[in-house]
Protein backbone atom coordinates (compact mmCIF):
# COMPACT_ATOMS: atom_id res chain seq x y z
CA UNK A 1 0.00 0.00 0.00
CA UNK A 2 3.04 2.87 0.81
CA UNK A 3 3.95 1.78 -2.58
CA UNK A 4 0.66 3.35 -4.15
CA UNK A 5 1.21 5.74 -1.95
CA UNK A 6 4.16 7.03 -3.38
CA UNK A 7 2.73 6.28 -7.02
CA UNK A 8 0.02 8.77 -6.38
CA UNK A 9 2.20 10.93 -4.87
CA UNK A 10 4.47 10.82 -8.19
CA UNK A 11 1.58 10.94 -10.22
CA UNK A 12 0.40 14.16 -8.39
CA UNK A 13 3.53 15.64 -9.25
CA UNK A 14 3.52 15.15 -13.23
CA UNK A 15 -0.45 16.31 -12.44
CA UNK A 16 -2.29 13.43 -13.38
CA UNK A 17 -2.95 11.84 -9.65
CA UNK A 18 -6.71 13.28 -10.20
CA UNK A 19 -7.05 11.09 -12.86
CA UNK A 20 -5.96 7.88 -11.36
CA UNK A 21 -7.64 8.34 -8.16
CA UNK A 22 -11.34 8.66 -9.87
CA UNK A 23 -10.46 5.92 -11.79
CA UNK A 24 -9.23 4.12 -8.99
CA UNK A 25 -12.54 5.49 -6.67
CA UNK A 26 -14.84 4.86 -9.33
CA UNK A 27 -13.54 0.73 -9.29
CA UNK A 28 -14.09 0.51 -5.95
CA UNK A 29 -17.72 2.03 -5.92
CA UNK A 30 -18.97 0.12 -8.35
CA UNK A 31 -17.49 -3.24 -6.93
CA UNK A 32 -19.04 -2.36 -3.43
CA UNK A 33 -22.28 -1.32 -5.40
CA UNK A 34 -22.38 -5.24 -6.37
CA UNK A 35 -21.16 -7.11 -3.44
CA UNK A 36 -24.11 -4.83 -2.09
CA UNK A 37 -26.80 -5.83 -4.38
CA UNK A 38 -25.20 -10.08 -4.39
CA UNK A 39 -25.30 -9.71 -0.25
CA UNK A 40 -27.48 -7.19 1.13
CA UNK A 41 -27.45 -8.10 4.99
CA UNK A 42 -23.38 -8.49 4.55
CA UNK A 43 -22.61 -4.85 5.53
CA UNK A 44 -24.85 -4.77 8.81
CA UNK A 45 -22.22 -7.52 9.94
CA UNK A 46 -19.01 -5.99 8.78
CA UNK A 47 -19.82 -2.64 10.00
CA UNK A 48 -19.66 -3.40 13.75
CA UNK A 49 -16.45 -5.12 12.81
CA UNK A 50 -15.10 -2.26 11.34
CA UNK A 51 -15.46 -0.27 14.24
CA UNK A 52 -14.87 -2.30 16.66
CA UNK A 53 -14.55 -0.17 19.90
CA UNK A 54 -14.06 2.55 17.97
CA UNK A 55 -11.52 3.78 20.55
CA UNK A 56 -8.81 4.46 17.76
CA UNK A 57 -10.89 7.61 16.47
CA UNK A 58 -9.42 9.43 19.59
CA UNK A 59 -6.29 8.40 18.38
CA UNK A 60 -6.59 9.32 14.62
CA UNK A 61 -8.80 12.29 15.64
CA UNK A 62 -8.05 14.18 19.01
CA UNK A 63 -10.92 16.35 20.08
CA UNK A 64 -8.54 19.16 19.71
CA UNK A 65 -7.36 19.06 15.94
CA UNK A 66 -9.26 20.56 13.36
CA UNK A 67 -11.79 18.53 12.02
CA UNK A 68 -11.10 16.40 9.13
CA UNK A 69 -12.33 16.14 5.44
CA UNK A 70 -14.95 13.04 5.17
CA UNK A 71 -13.32 10.13 3.00
CA UNK A 72 -14.63 6.85 1.98
CA UNK A 73 -13.05 3.74 3.42
CA UNK A 74 -13.23 0.33 0.79
CA UNK A 75 -12.11 -3.23 2.47
CA UNK A 76 -11.68 -5.55 -0.28
CA UNK A 77 -13.15 -9.15 2.23
CA UNK A 78 -11.91 -12.32 0.95
CA UNK A 79 -14.35 -15.24 1.26
CA UNK A 80 -12.39 -16.61 4.28
CA UNK A 81 -13.11 -13.27 6.29
CA UNK A 82 -9.81 -11.39 5.85
CA UNK A 83 -9.14 -8.48 4.36
CA UNK A 84 -7.25 -8.60 1.32
CA UNK A 85 -7.09 -4.75 0.34
CA UNK A 86 -7.86 -1.71 1.83
CA UNK A 87 -7.55 1.64 1.09
CA UNK A 88 -9.46 5.40 1.00
CA UNK A 89 -10.30 8.22 -1.22
CA UNK A 90 -9.15 10.82 -0.72
CA UNK A 91 -6.20 8.91 1.31
CA UNK A 92 -5.46 11.36 4.27
CA UNK A 93 -3.41 11.10 7.36
CA UNK A 94 -6.65 10.36 9.19
CA UNK A 95 -7.50 8.05 6.58
CA UNK A 96 -4.10 6.33 6.97
CA UNK A 97 -4.60 6.01 10.45
CA UNK A 98 -7.66 4.83 10.59
CA UNK A 99 -6.38 1.95 8.06
CA UNK A 100 -3.81 1.22 10.61
CA UNK A 101 -6.08 0.20 12.97
CA UNK A 102 -8.71 -1.84 11.07
CA UNK A 103 -5.97 -3.90 8.51
CA UNK A 104 -6.10 -6.67 10.88
CA UNK A 105 -9.99 -7.04 11.63
CA UNK A 106 -11.44 -10.11 11.09
CA UNK A 107 -14.71 -10.33 8.98
CA UNK A 108 -17.87 -12.55 8.56
CA UNK A 109 -17.17 -14.60 5.96
CA UNK A 110 -18.38 -13.45 2.73
CA UNK A 111 -20.28 -15.60 0.26
CA UNK A 112 -17.44 -14.55 -2.13
CA UNK A 113 -14.72 -11.42 -2.81
CA UNK A 114 -17.45 -8.68 -1.03
CA UNK A 115 -15.82 -4.76 -1.02
CA UNK A 116 -17.27 -3.06 1.94
CA UNK A 117 -16.98 0.69 1.69
CA UNK A 118 -17.55 3.32 4.76
CA UNK A 119 -17.80 6.85 4.02
CA UNK A 120 -16.54 8.88 6.95
CA UNK A 121 -17.85 12.27 7.50
CA UNK A 122 -16.72 14.30 10.71
CA UNK A 123 -19.13 16.84 12.81
CA UNK A 124 -18.75 19.11 15.72
Known amino acids: MHYQIGILALLWL????????TIQSSDFTDRS????????????????????????????????????????MYVVI????????????????????????TSSRTYPQPKQEYVFSIELRFAP
Open 14 to 21: VGVECIAG
Open 33 to 72: KASAAREPNYEAQAGPVFWGDAAFMRKCVPSAAPLPKPFT
Open 78 to 101: SPSGKPTYQTAEPMTDVAQCVLTY
